[in-house]
């Protein structure tokens, strides 16, 4: 392999790589922020346990819930007892009549605002005598910080897209015209007007299949051996095979008959 | 193999070299002479295909320069050297060919000893004379063996001593069936077909 093609791979690895990082820095950050909306049950509280087990039964088929947990009374009255070490007022304790209370835990990554709207619209019109607790101001805040995470995410994209075909069809370009003069004296002595147009292909073999192919084995090696805990999207590396093509085809036609 | 019939190159209102009928046959040694901006390199430009601002018909086998300039079998060593400077004398002679075969490599190594090139092959082009990046155009023209091998200036670089030489490399490309035209300011001796331009019309001597 040439000197500059070389150069080029290494410019269009270190790009790939870089892109990947931000892919990666993106899921981790959205990963946090859904991981804080999971930990974060709402916590429903009715005297009636009958209507807690009627609205469990009515939650239980949505996609977005992990987890209901139900705590009776008697198991309210226990865990205070515990909690504070109130044995020796047990008996009094017990003639009280506590609460029943309902703990949903939601995923993280599927709870927004339309399913939040589901939830408590099945709790407000069906289950009035039941007191809704949960801390809507984190759960707000974590929507806000996701919205501008994706924007950022977006944004930056957007750039490492333009200054990666910007940058690579330059060096591309540059390197081949550089090079018009070692062709123009095989011609003429006698070397296969073909080969130019043969050489031009296989370069972008080497600047497009193999870097993906390269990046590709490097991310299954990293999850194999559990270095990420992450997920790329498949179709994220699509994108950057696709980008390379595009280069390699502006790079041809601005080329045109230089080849 | 080459027949140009009712030529003349057309220059701003000016026609050069006019000659109603060239033929060469196969395996031939051909000069043109002349003296300056007569129009020598245009008439081996057209023959390469290059330029095209001629009137008459030039045939090479019966095809148009520009098949064979296509295919590479006419190949036109220019005044000017077409060489990579930066790389070595080897790599510049063996810089067209798709493969170098054992009796390739001896043929060239055979034309080196010919004009004492063999120790000056390693070296870079741009620490050799003249003279040796004419004969090192000559000889890669020549393992070719195109149909043509068209010389401009033949002697620009040469001494008598170094004339005969080349005509010695050529010879390699004649015997297997190519034929060489070259021009020049002056007749040069040991050719086959000499041709003479005198007042804008090829005279064949």
């Keep these: ?259 | 193999m080459l027949e140009i019939k009712y030529f003349g190159i057309v220059l701003e209102n000016k026609k050069l070299l006019i000659t109603n009928k060239i033929e060469i046959g196969n395996g031939r040694l051909m000069l043109l002479f002349g003296n300056n901006e007569c129009g020598k390199s245009l008439f081996l430009r057209s023959i390469h295909g290059d330029f095209t601002n001629y009137e008459g018909e030039i045939l090479i086998k019966e095809k148009t320069p520009l098949f064979y300039k296509k295919r590479k079998r006419t190949l036109l060593i220019e005044n000017e050297s077409q060489v990579l400077p930066s790389e070595t004398v080897w790599k510049n002679i063996i810089l067209p060919l798709p493969k170098i075969t054992k009796r390739t490599k001896q043929k060239v190594l055979d034309l080196f000893k010919v004009v004492e090139l063999e120790n000056i092959r390693d070296r870079k082009v741009k620490n050799i004379s003249y003279s040796q990046k004419k004969f090192l155009e000559i000889i890669r023209a020549v393992i070719q063996l195109p149909y043509l091998i068209l010389i401009d200036d033949i002697d620009n670089y040469f001494d008598s001593k170094n004339m005969i030489k080349a005509l010695k490399i050529l010879e390699y490309a004649i015997n297997n069936g190519s034929t060489v035209i070259a021009t020049s300011k002056n007749r040069i001796k040991n050719f086959d077909d000499y041709f003479r331009v005198q007042k804008n019309k090829v005279v064949k001597l």
């Design chain 1, 1 to 259: 392999m040439k000197k500059g093609i070389f150069f080029q791979f290494i410019v269009i690895v270190f790009f790939l790589i870089l892109w990947n990082l931000i892919h990666v820095g993106y899921e981790f950050q959205k990963n946090q922020y859904h991981n804080t909306l999971s930990s974060e049950p709402m916590i429903l509280v009715s005297q009636k346990l009958q209507t807690i087990q009627r609205l469990n039964k009515e939650l239980d088929s949505l996609d977005f819930i992990s987890n209901i947990l139900i705590e009776s009374d008697t198991l309210v009255a226990q865990k205070i007892i515990k909690k504070y070490s109130l044995k020796g007022i047990q008996n009094i304790l017990s003639s009280f009549k506590f609460p029943n209370a309902m703990k949903i835990y939601f995923h993280g990554q599927r709870y927004g605002s339309s399913e939040k709207q589901i939830v408590e619209n099945k709790i407000t019109k069906n289950f009035n005598n039941i007191i809704l607790n949960y801390n809507h101001t984190l759960w707000k805040n974590v929507q806000t910080k996701l919205d501008f995470l994706k924007y950022v995410y977006y944004v930056v994209n957007g750039l490492i897209v333009i200054i990666f075909i910007i940058l690579s069809t330059f060096l591309r370009v540059h390197y081949e015209i550089r090079l018009n003069k070692f062709w123009e004296i095989y011609r003429s002595s006698g070397g296969s007007a073909k080969i130019r147009n043969k050489n031009f292909w296989i370069n972008s073999i080497w600047l497009s299949f193999i870097p993906c192919i390269f990046i590709f084995a490097t991310y299954f090696a990293v999850r194999y051996f559990k270095y990420l805990h992450f997920e790329i999207s498949y179709w994220k590396f699509g994108v950057e095979f696709g980008l390379l093509l595009l280069i390699v085809l502006l790079s041809r036609i601005t080329l045109g008959k230089n080849l």
